[in-house]
């Protein structure tokens, strides 16, 4: 399941679903100890259960639905390109499009030297219209096993510990330690320094709960 979740999504992507599900499990237990909702172990169980599950599905969704309107882009891209009146007003279409993040990257030359590529290509070649394929599904199921893989450790407590305080209690804790431990694992994919990204993931985590308890999310 880890292989496959790996070969569908990129790092930010897993971090994103991942630090999501843990968010909701947070507000959740949050909440209920807080007092704004009486809720025992079973309650929450079925709670965090179910929303997450809810969440994963339609997260999953606007995965696919978003790798096809990038791909719907990139079509219109190519034929606004070849519908330009001029080469410099096709050369202007595709700077609008890609210059934002080549500008950092690249001189003027060499981003002038990709585009000319870029309109050669588009001149060249029709692309089809955009479909779902294969990958979009495969990597919608790798978004919804992200969220609901990550939601397990945390569910543990409530079928295991008896008291509901001290489940609850647990449940956090290991929420907690996931933010963590997923912050040192990105601060060591972004070449950063792990511990203190792992301190800021956790605190942030921690901020994004206490404002959605308070909003009553």
Partial sequence: ??????RHLDPASRLGEVLFGLIMALGFTGAA??????ADNRTLFLAILGCNVAWAIVDGVMYALTELFERGR?????REVRAAPSQAAALRLIDAELGDWMAPLLSDAERAAIYHHVLGAARRSELPPARVRSA???GAAAVA???????LPILVPFLVVANDELAARLSNGIALLMLFLLGHWWGRT???RPWLAAVALTLLGMLMVAITIRLGG
């Fill in 190 to 192: 972004v070449g950063g």
């Fill in 136 to 138: 979009d599904l495969l």
């Fill in 33 to 38: 100890r807080l007092g704004y909702e009486a």
């Fill in 145 to 151: 096993l992200s969220i609901v893989v990550a939601t």
């Fill in 1 to 6: 399941m880890r292989s496959f979740i790996q």
């Fill in 74 to 78: 990139r079509t219109r891209l190519g």
